[in-house]
T-cell receptor
């Protein structure tokens, strides 16, 4: 079975631009979460969606937004990019079963570089 | 903000040796998990220990949890070069799927 897939794997943007990152969860998983990982740090929670509704939001500015589609895939959008947005963006999915235990299944991430 | 803090930040050992990493956290938890990350790639779930458990084993992994001290340890026995990775503890979960990660321990296993 396919795991969590993310695209693109790498991208370079300039300050002020906008970026859209995409994620497809494991088949049957209805929950998708987004995490930002800056070099040398642990992942930081950005958003969690379940059944197309936002269930949680981390301490990130309104420039960050996300949505989940009827097929449970998800997009993360970041507007007005800053140098500090350079990071590895990780998507994770969970099933109703694993969700209640907290186990997340991560994709390989999208590495964003802002110049 | 980081909930968990791993210790040490970096650990270098020889193949065959055991590696122990520690994690401290600040608030009460439902469970604590350990994840592994190879060289800036995705995280892989290793093991979960619930707040009412004190010790758990999975293959060469042994995790302990001391809720009175708000700390956990991950022991990897008979380490291999392929165990070289960053290891993170994470707290949270339950009906709230948000996990809060520490900064991680970078483990290097030398052949």
């Amino acid at each position: 079975d396919a795991g969590v897939t993310q695209s693109p794997t790498h991208l370079i943007k300039t300050r002020g631009q906008q970026v859209t990152l995409r994620c497809s969860p494991i088949s049957g998983h209805k929950s998708v979460s987004w995490y930002q990982q800056v070099l040398g740090q642990g992942p930081q929670f950005i958003f969690q969606y379940y059944e197309k509704e936002e269930r949680g939001r981390g301490n990130f500015p309104d420039r960050f937004s996300a949505r989940q589609f009827p097929n449970y895939s998800s997009e993360l959008n970041v507007n007005a990019l800053l140098l500090g947005d350079s990071a590895l963006y990780l998507c994770a999915s969970s099933s109703e079963t694993s969700g209640f235990t907290g186990e997340l299944f991560f994709g390989e991430g999208s590495r964003l570089t802002v110049l | 903000s980081q909930q968990g803090e791993e210790d040490p930040q970096a650990l270098s050992i020889q193949e065959g040796e055991n590696a122990t990493m520690n994690c401290s956290y600040k608030t009460s938890i439902n469970n604590l998990q350990w994840y592994r990350q190879n060289s800036g790639r995705g995280l892989v779930h290793l093991i979960l220990i619930r707040s009412n458990e004190r010790e758990k084993h999975s293959g060469r992994l042994r995790v302990t949890l001391d809720t009175s001290k708000k700390s956990s340890s991950l022991l990897i026995t008979a380490s291999r070069a392929a165990d070289t990775a960053s290891y993170f503890c994470a707290t949270g979960g339950g009906s709230n799927y948000k996990l809060t990660f520490g900064k991680g321990t970078l483990l290097t296993v030398n052949p």
